[in-house]
C-alpha cells in the first residue's frame, strides 16, 4: 500500500517514531520527522488543521511539511508542462485542496492522471500569494476502493497518534492511561529477547547485509536499495547510512545512479535526509 503503511508493517511499525522514545536526541529527531515525514490526512483535516503562518499541518504538537493525501481530481490546467490538479474530499465534496506537478521535476510523467480520478498525493505544504499548495513529489491513482479504505484508517490513527501526544507518554512511560488501539500489550512477547540480542552486533549486520538480501534478478536498482534499507536496524538508522554505503550493496551500479535512485526513492517519501544530502534513512 503507501508509503505510510509501509512504516506500520513487521518489525518496522512506526520505525521513524520509535527512535523518539529511546534516542538521546529526542527534540531534534522529532523535529526531522515533522519536517519530512509524509504524514496521511484527509483533504477536510488539512483545511482545518493548516497553519498558513508558516506553511504547516498542525497535530498537537507536531508541525508537519510534508503530507500524503488522497483526492477526486476535479480539475486539471496544464502551463507548459506544469500541472495543476484541484483536489476534492472523496467523503466532503465541500473540501477542495490545489496541487502542483512543476515541470522542473525530474519524475516520471504524469499525463495518465484524468479529472474525476480518485489519486494519491504526496507533496511539501507551500503558500503563494495566499493561496495554499501541495508542491507534488509523486501523484499516482488509486482506484482500488480497499487502498482507499486503508488510507482513511491510516488517517485516524495518525490524527490520533500525535494529537494524544503518544510520544510524549512512551518517553516518561505514563502508557496506563492509554486505552483502544494506543494500550501497551498485556505482557511481553518473549521473542523481544531473541531479537533484542540480534540486534547487539549492529556492524556484524551491516558487513554482511547486501548477502542476507538476496534480491531477485530481475529486480531493479531502487527496489534493491529499499531491500537493503529493510533490514537496517531502527538502531543503526539513526543518523542515517551514507550514499557511498548503499553503494557498497549493489555491485554493478555506480554511485551515480545509486545517488539518483535514492533521490527518487526520497521524492516518492520512501526515503528522507537526516543530517546531510550524503546520508538517508527510511520512513
Sequence with gaps: MAEWDQSFQGEQ???????????????SRATAIAERLPVPTTITDLNALLDTSDDKFVLGTFRFAT???VGLVKSISDQDGTMTYTLGDPDNDENDFVAV?????????????VEGSRVRAIGKLKGFDGNNIIMLF??????????????????KAAKLFFEKNVMNKLK?????????????????NNSNTSTEN???????????????????ENSSLENKIMEVFKTIHDSEEEGGVSVDWITSQCPGHTREQVKQAIEHQAEMGNLYETHTAEYYAKI
Excluded: C, H
Excluded at 501523484?139 to 486503508?150: C, G, M, N, T, V
Excluded at 516518561?172 to 511481553?188: E, F, H
Design 101 to 113: 506537478k512543476y515541470a522542473s521535476d525530474s519524475s516520471r510523467s504524469q499525463a495518465e492522471i
Design 67 to 69: 503530507v500524503m493525501t
Design 172 to 188: 516518561s512511560g505514563n502508557v496506563q492511561s492509554m486505552k483502544g488501539m494506543l494500550a501497551p500489550p498485556t505482557r511481553r
Design 198 to 216: 540480534s540486534n547487539s552486533q549492529p556492524q556484524q549486520t551491516k558487513d554482511r547485509i547486501y548477502q542476507d538480501v538476496k534480491p531477485a
Design 13 to 27: 511499525k512506526w520505525q521513524g517514531e520509535n527512535s523518539f522514545a529511546t534516542g538521546a536526541k529526542q527534540d
Design 138 to 155: 509523486n501523484i499516482s491513482e488509486i482506484p482500488d476502493d480497499k487502498d482507499y479504505r486503508i488510507f482513511t484508517l491510516e488517517a
